[in-house]
């Protein structure tokens, strides 16, 4: 079958760095999304990733290996506003959207 | 501004109570989505349209239908909610069907009484 691994629940502190990872097991591989959802609101996009490496967009990044099946999000100064779901999401060969549960973020003062 | 846009944001419905939710878009996209969501859960797709061809998930049950009159419009019918149906339900559009990111709509969160 096939699966996203992300953990449940992540607690960081205002302005500390939090990495969140995501591990697949899919058949086959034609790139993985992260989405930010706020409690009791609709997934907004936050970056693709592709290829291997390190994309980069302000505070935040992605970081994919597609030999080792894992992603990470990494998010910088971290801000209260930051508190959200983080959702890793992993197309098939077949253009299937696979989606993992989401990692809730905590951020404390 | 370009958007997805979903009516009403809360729904309340009463257990058997056929209900409509509607989901419509100013992008011009080609593909459209229904995901359900429940709480601390992965959405979970339902159906998606690729413009007029319709394609059903093996897994979304009978009571579960859709309509898409035209490009901008998507509509999810539940014929007879049941307790088990009360989740978020996402609407969503990507330019096509394969690389492209997905831009959802603020949701309908349902409730069955």
């Known amino acids: 079958g096939q699966n996203i691994d992300q953990p449940t629940e992540m607690t960081a502190t205002e302005g500390a760095i939090v990495q969140i990872n995501c591990t697949y097991q899919?058949?086959?591989?034609?790139?993985l999304f992260w989405y930010q959802q706020h409690a009791g609101e609709a997934p907004t996009f936050l970056s693709y990733?592709?290829l291997d490496g390190l994309e980069e967009k302000g505070r935040f990044s992605s970081f994919l290996s597609r030999s080792k099946g894992y992603s990470y999000l990494l998010l910088k100064e971290l801000q209260m506003k930051d508190s959200a779901s983080y959702l890793c999401?992993?197309?098939?060969?077949?253009?299937?959207?696979?989606w993992g549960a989401g990692t809730k973020l905590i951020i404390k003062p | 501004d370009a958007m997805v846009i979903q009516n009403p944001r809360y729904q309340v419905t009463q257990f058997g109570k056929p209900v409509t939710l509607s989901c419509s878009q100013t992008?011009?996209?080609?593909?459209m989505y229904w995901y359900q969501q429940k709480s601390s859960q992965a959405p979970k797709l339902l159906f998606h349209?690729?413009?007029?061809?319709?394609?059903n998930e093996a897994d979304t049950p009978d009571n579960f239908q859709s309509r898409r009159p035209n490009t901008s419009f998507c509509f999810l019918d539940i014929r007879s909610p049941g307790l088990g149906d009360a989740a978020m339900y996402l609407c969503?559009?990507?330019?096509?069907?394969?690389?492209?990111?997905?831009?959802f709509g603020s949701g309908t969160q349902l409730s069955v009484l």
């Open positions: 969503a559009t990507s330019r096509d069907g394969e690389n492209e990111k997905l831009f």
């Open positions: 992008l011009n996209h080609n593909v």
């Open positions: 349209y690729y413009d007029k061809d319709f394609n």
């Open positions: 899919t058949s086959g591989f034609n790139g």
């Open positions: 990733n592709v």
């Open positions: 999401a992993v197309r098939d060969s077949n253009y299937q959207l696979i």
